[in-house]
Structure formats: C-alpha cells, structure tokens
C-alpha cells in the first residue's frame, strides 16, 4: 500500500502530472494609418505603444462544470505526451478532481495514494536480506520505470500551457475540498517544491518490518525516517525515475514563472 503513489508529481507531473487555468488575451487588429501620416517609431522594448489599442480581457467562465469536465481535459491534455500509456492514464475519470486532490496531498506532505489508485505497480514490492538486515530490492524500483517514463515524456511548456489554461477548473475543484480555500498554482508550486526536496538515493536503503508492510530505517547520515509520506513514495521509485519525475517537475514550475533560485537544489547520496 505504502508503494503505489509516488509519480504525482507527476503528473505532477505529472508529474507529474498537469492543472489550473489562466485568462486568454485577444489582441485587436491595428487600422492601417493614412498614407500621409509618417509610421510611427519603434516602441522600445519593454514599453506600451500607445498607438495600439489595450488588449481584450475575455473573462473566465462564472460556471464551471466539473462533472462533465473530463472530455475537455483529455482533448487538451492528450497532446502532453505521445506515449500509450499516457493516453491510458486519461482514460481515468474525475481527472480534475483527482489530480487537484493529489497535488493538495503531496504540497502537505500527505500521501496522496486515494486520488491516484490508476498510477499503483501491479507488481510487488521486493526486499532482500544482507547480514540479517533487510534493504529494499533495486528489482522493486524497476515497478516504476513505465510511470517514471511517461512523466519525463510530458512537453513542459505545453503542459504550463495547460495549467494556466485550466485555471477556473482546478480552483473550483479546489474550493471542493474544504476551507481556507487555496490557490491551485500556489499549491501547485508548493507541491513541486516538496518533491524536489526528497534526496536521490543511490545506495541500499535499509527498512525495518512492520505489521503488514515495512518502514525506513535511519541512516548515520541520512534521515530518510523523516521525509513526508509523500516523499517517500517518490524515494521508493529508485534513483533514476527520482532523477526522471524530478526534472520534469523542475521543467514545469521553471515553465510556469518559478525562478530557478527558489527551487530545492538536488542532493544525491552515493554509496560509502
């Protein structure tokens, strides 16, 4: 149970995965002057020509309609990625509401395995004993490379497009989920952050066995005990899809506005 969700991020990512929306401008078309009028100088860089005309603001829909939103997700998002299993993954229904859901979980650290049930392993998770201590399976980390790959596959800019985009949709389904209510990009933000937090592990990971699953065990110089739930779902994929799920969502909040200053710099331990 403790194995499945790791990728939101991705979708976070996905990442990994994918949320929010934005106004769209119109610009109007620009009257051509008379003949005898002189054109007009260039308009420095950074600065309004007071010539043109200011741009339409088309305000966002007053209803939105989450209950029957899922087409128009998929028909915007199905461009993210040209992999199958992408495609698969927007089979699910309720997309906006889980994946509004899951990044509201993971930005508080909490698991966010209930919203997505669609992106769990079918297979196993695998341990191994060394000297009487159990670690966990590098075979198990393989579980997660189709996700892992999918997330990394996802075209950032096109899926920040997205995000503005689908605005109105993801602040109503986050109004759904209680009070105070948050802002989505914000939260979204947020939700990265934490996941750029978790370290890329390249060593054994010990576990200490619990009643029906297993637990982190601390490390000298490592505590992996204390990372959120969240984080540790991401831990669990391996290093390599860590690496994976982690660019892309560093791809993503740079697309959306985030400076690269302000995010979480990578940490990798390797083996002693």
């Not at 020509?49 to 997700?73: C, G, K, Q, R």
């Not at 000297?131 to 996802?154: C, E, H, N, T, W």
């Not at 934490?194 to 054994?204: A, C, H, N």
Request: with cysteine; hydrophobic share 45%.
């Amino acid at each position: 149970m403790k194995n499945k969700k790791g990728l939101l991020i991705g979708l976070a990512v996905t990442a990994c995965t994918v949320v929010a929306g934005t106004l769209f401008w119109q610009r109007s078309q620009i009257r051509p002057e008379p003949e005898a009028v002189a054109p007009a100088p260039p308009t420095p860089a950074g600065q309004t020509n007071p010539a043109l005309p200011a741009p339409m603001v088309i305000p966002a829909p007053t209803v939105i309609d989450l209950e029957h939103s899922d087409d128009m997700f998929r028909n915007k998002a199905a461009g993210l990625s040209v992999l199958p299993k992408f495609a698969d993954w927007l089979k699910t229904e309720d997309l906006v509401r889980r994946l509004t859901a899951a990044v509201d979980c993971i930005a508080d650290g909490t698991s966010p395995r209930d919203s997505l049930g669609f992106l769990s392993p079918r297979k196993k998770f695998k341990v191994k004993t060394v000297q009487g201590q159990l670690f966990i399976d590098p075979k198990s980390y393989a579980r997660y490379d189709m996700a892992a790959g999918v997330v990394d596959s996802i075209d950032a800019q096109a899926a920040a497009a997205l995000i503005k985009d689908l605005r109105p949709y993801f602040q109503a389904a986050s109004r759904e989920l209680g009070t105070p209510a948050r802002d989505f990009q914000a939260t979204l933000i947020k939700a990265i952050k934490e996941m750029l937090k978790t370290p890329v592990v390249e060593r054994d990971i010990a576990l200490r066995e619990k009643v029906i699953s297993f637990a982190i065990a601390p490390l000298p110089d490592l505590q992996l005990e204390d990372l959120t739930a969240a984080q540790k779902h991401l831990l669990r994929m391996g290093p390599k899809n860590t690496v994976k799920i982690q660019g892309k969502l560093r791809d993503i909040a740079l697309a959306l506005g985030v400076p690269a200053s302000q995010l979480p710099q990578q940490r990798i331990y390797t083996p002693k």
